[in-house]
């Protein structure tokens, strides 16, 4: 599985987590389709740190989203893409550039057809 593929199944696993609240050990395997220690550990960082994070991930969100726009208005799609970029750019292992294109990359193909420039302006401030 590509790096890629990896980052969408977390941004699936953290998207589910926010529509259900279950057992995130739980998601992953089910999303990845493996038991959940044979994940990359990069990848069960991202989720976890979005999960635990989100609280704080969301004040950044609301600080650089536009007038009349809040974290809460946000889609769980959007947000699961936002949530997963803050936590990588926390964990500090991947470059900026990477994480925002693969952000865009995915917010192209599951969210609405301009969505990706709210996600691009976004991670570009936080």
Not at 79 to 104: H, P
């Amino acid at each position: 599985m590509t790096r890629s593929e990896q980052r969408e199944k977390a941004m699936i696993t953290v998207y589910q987590y926010l529509l259900m609240k279950r057992d995130i050990d739980e998601l992953i395997e089910n999303v990845y389709e493996v038991p959940s220690a044979e994940i990359d550990q990069y990848f069960r960082n991202v989720i976890t740190y979005s999960v635990n994070n989100e609280e704080r991930y969301a004040g950044y969100i609301g600080q650089v989203l536009k007038t009349g726009w809040s974290y809460e208005r946000l889609g769980c799609i959007e947000k699961a893409i936002l949530l997963n970029g803050c936590s990588e750019f926390d964990l500090k292992q991947v470059q900026a550039a990477v994480i925002i294109d693969e952000a865009v990359e995915l917010a192209k193909k599951y969210c609405d057809s301009d969505t990706y420039k709210l996600i691009n302006s976004v991670l570009d401030v936080i």
